[in-house]
């Protein structure tokens, strides 16, 4: 089991930058793959980004590749998205999710993740 809790939203302006975080329980947390996910209001929740167990692969959203960037400290049970050139749609509640590592092939999908945190709020004004 683990638990993920996200941090680091707020309000920022456009072409400003946000670090969200994402702290895990448990001692197996470099066994899991982990995603970056958001929702905006009447939108389907979509994939922004993934990083593998070792962090060495990356991958990310056409819509946020070159804006933001994945990171994971295995000795600190923590992910990290930086999101830099902020733009008012990126404006969503977002979400880390964990997957077993194995599963690193499907990172876009939503389903393919075992667990998730409750969401962190970004708004981004124009």
């Known amino acids: 089991q683990v638990q993920l809790v996200e941090s680091g939203g707020g309000l920022a302006q456009a072409v400003g930058s946000l670090r969200l975080s994402c702290a895990a329980s448990g001692r197996t947390f470099s066994s899991y793959a982990m995603g970056w996910f958001r929702q905006a209001p009447v939108k389907e929740r979509e994939f922004v980004g993934g990083i593998n167990w070792s962090g060495a692969t990356t991958v990310y959203a056409d819509s946020v590749k070159g804006r933001f960037t994945i990171s994971r400290d295995n000795a600190k049970n923590t992910v990290y998205l930086q999101m830099n050139s902020l733009k008012p749609e990126d404006t969503a509640v977002y979400y880390c999710?964990?997957?077993?590592?194995?599963?690193?092939?499907?990172?876009?999908?939503?389903?393919?993740?075992?667990?998730w945190g409750q969401g962190t709020q970004v708004t981004v004004s124009s």
């Open positions: 999710a964990a997957t077993s590592s194995s599963f690193y092939e499907n990172i876009r999908l939503s389903h393919a993740m075992h667990y």
